[in-house]
Structures are given as C-alpha cells and as structure tokens.
C-alpha cells in the first residue's frame, strides 16, 4: 500500500470508517480499496470483527483528555498491532515500508496501519490534531490535517451551520439591546417584569 506513510490517509480512513461503520465485510472492502489499500485476500466477518475493534480503540484515543492519555492509548494499539517495519513490494507495485508482519487479514492490517498511522500524524503535526466536530449537534470524527492546526469542524457544511447560529445569536442580542437602550433601569425591569 502506498498510503501517505500511513499518516494522513490512515487516520482519515480511520475517521471515515467511524462515522459510516462499514454495513458488513463486503463493504469494509470495497472502502478499504477506494482508499487505496491493496487487498491481498478476501474480506471476512473476522476482519470485520477486528476492524470495529480497531476503531473502538481509535476513538477512546480521539476522546483522551489529554496528552498523556492519548500517547499511553496509541502506544497500546502499537503494541497489541504493530511489527518491525519492512521492506515489501508484495502487490508489484514498488517497494514501500509496512509495520506489520506479512500476510495478515485485512482487520489486522488495519489495526496496524491505524496505529502506526495514528502515531505518525500525532508525532508529525502535533498531539491535538485528532477531535470530534465543534458543533453540539455532530459527534463525527476528524483528523486536522490543516496547515494551521485549528480545525474545528468535521465539514464546511458543520462551519456554515455554526456561523449562522452565531450569527443569528448575535443579531438576537442585538436586537434585545437596542430594545432597551436610552431607557432606565427601572423602566427596563418594569417592561421585562411586565409590571407598571
């Protein structure tokens, strides 16, 4: 696989997987490929299996509080996944790194590429860069991999809904203010008590 090495494209196809759980193997396969990964064998209900739990791992380290946890949680899943990097040019495609033994099915390929992939974006583009949306509403998952390292939305379309929210607050409070402007506050609490 010649995924970016393992960095971006592993943790957006992590994201990608969380937020639209493959239906069933068939599916998590044809992802998988549409991603870029070469499938050496078929997709199992195993793979399946071992792919959610994967990503199960991968999200308690999207939610850790903190730094701290969030390296002690991807230093597990590199050592429950991970192998000595190797050399391989196994779909006669060029030769590339892997962290993995050779021949594993497609759920433990993922673990490990999620890891290590996992790692590498943390390690290269700062320890903050994985999160759920800022908007109350949406839980999605995603990896910042913006050039100034303060995403803070899943989609454009999450950052339009929260700037029309704020915007809409603002001309609200605005509104209000002027209501009451250039009167006193004692015919303020009268007209917001109703009393005269």
Not at 62 to 82: K, T
Not at 102 to 112: A, I
Not at 139 to 146: C, G, I, L, M, R
Request: charged share 30%.
């Amino acid at each position: 696989m010649h995924l970016n090495p393992y960095g971006e494209d592993a943790v957006n196809l992590a994201a990608d997987l969380v937020n639209r759980p493959a239906a069933d193997a068939g599916e998590l396969g044809d992802r998988c490929r549409a991603a870029g990964l070469v499938l050496e064998r078929p997709t199992t209900a195993e793979d399946l299996d071992r792919a959610r739990y994967a990503l199960e791992s991968w999200e308690k380290v999207v939610d850790a509080s903190d730094e701290q946890e969030r390296a002690a949680l991807v230093n597990r899943m590199l050592e429950e996944a991970a192998a000595y990097p190797r050399m391989t040019d196994h779909a006669g495609s060029g030769w590339h790194l892997h962290y993995r033994d050779e021949r594993k099915p497609l759920g433990d390929v993922l673990f490990s590429l999620i890891a290590v992939g996992t790692a590498l974006h943390l390690a290269g583009r700062g320890m903050h860069r994985l999160r759920r949306c800022a908007v109350a509403e949406c839980d999605k998952v995603f990896a910042d991999t913006s050039r100034t390292g303060r995403q803070r939305y899943c989609s454009q379309l999450c950052a339009n809904r929260d700037a029309v929210r704020r915007h809409r607050a603002r001309g609200q409070e605005n509104e209000a203010s002027s209501m009451y402007k250039g009167k006193s506050s004692s015919s303020v609490r009268k007209s917001i008590t109703g009393s005269v």
